[in-house]
T-cell receptor, first 113, second 117 residues
Framework: EDKVVQSPLSLVVHEGDTVTLNCSYEVTNFRSLLWYKQEKKAPTFLFMLTSSGIEKKSGRLSSILDKKELFSILNITATQTGDSAVYLCAVEFAQGGSEKLVFGKGTKLTVNP | GAVVSQHPSRVICKSGTSVKIECRSLDFQATTMFWYRQFPKQSLMLMATSNEGSKATYEQGVEKDKFLINHASLTLSTLTVTSAHPEDSSFYIC?????????????FGPGTRLTVT
């Protein structure tokens, strides 16, 4: 079963819209939740969240984690065409003495002019 | 569906030895597999892109003689770290895709933690 589930899988918006991307997870021994933006090559790191309720912000992007309900959201305000990408959520957790990193399938965001 | 596994999940080796990491697509045929290395502050660096039956394409700055990649079949790619040194200690992640081109869907493996002593 999927441990990290992202929704929606794809999203098409117009420039200026605000979008909310969702990531829910189900793991034990949670360490952190990571958000990445993937355009061409390697995913670009956006945020790492470890504590509930503390919003992380970078420009028009912000993210928050809810460790009780096991989900995180990534908000993008005043979207631009350059925000078009696949946004990946990943969860780090410990299992069997080693660290694991599980990625969700991603949300493909398309921002039209 | 679309599960990618890596083996081993964790390996400790001595300096100067070689370590092989396997990446398998369990329920699909991967035309392309990617190898990443995770650096501090969670950034991922693409090391190389491998297509089944052909030589891997290495990113600038990645030594192809040190990080040997073999994509022997549509479900298996291996990364061998040769003559490992402590600075090679890192988290190595592979991903696989069935669709060539950009943008594409990638399915990530769980990663392999390499520690070189």
């Amino acid at each position: 079963e999927d441990k990290v589930v992202q929704s929606p899988l794809s999203l098409v918006v117009h420039e200026g819209d605000t979008v909310t991307l969702n990531c829910s997870y189900e793991v034990t021994n949670f360490r952190s939740l990571l958000w990445y933006k993937q355009e061409k090559k390697a995913p670009t790191f956006l945020f790492m969240l470890t504590s509930s309720g503390i919003e992380k912000k970078s420009g028009r992007l912000s993210s928050i984690l809810d460790k009780k309900e096991l989900f995180s959201i990534l908000n993008i305000t005043a979207t631009q065409t350059g925000d078009s990408a696949v946004y990946l959520c990943a969860v780090e957790f410990a299992q069997g003495g080693s660290e694991k990193l599980v990625f969700g399938k991603g949300t493909k965001l398309t921002v039209n002019p | 569906g679309a599960v990618v596994s890596q083996h081993p999940s964790r390996v400790i080796c001595k300096s100067g030895t070689s370590v092989k990491i396997e990446c398998r697509s369990l329920d699909f045929q991967a035309t392309t597999m990617f190898w990443y290395r995770q650096f501090p502050k969670q950034s991922l660096m693409l090391m190389a892109t491998s297509n089944e039956g052909s030589k891997a394409t290495y990113e600038q700055g990645v030594e192809k003689d040190k990080f040997l990649i073999n994509h022997a079949s549509l479900t298996l790619s291996t990364l061998t770290v040769t003559s490992a040194h402590p600075e090679d200690s890192s988290f190595y992640i592979c991903s696989a895709t069935v669709i060539a081109g950009v943008p594409y869907e990638q399915y990530f493996g769980p990663g392999t933690r390499l520690t070189v002593t």
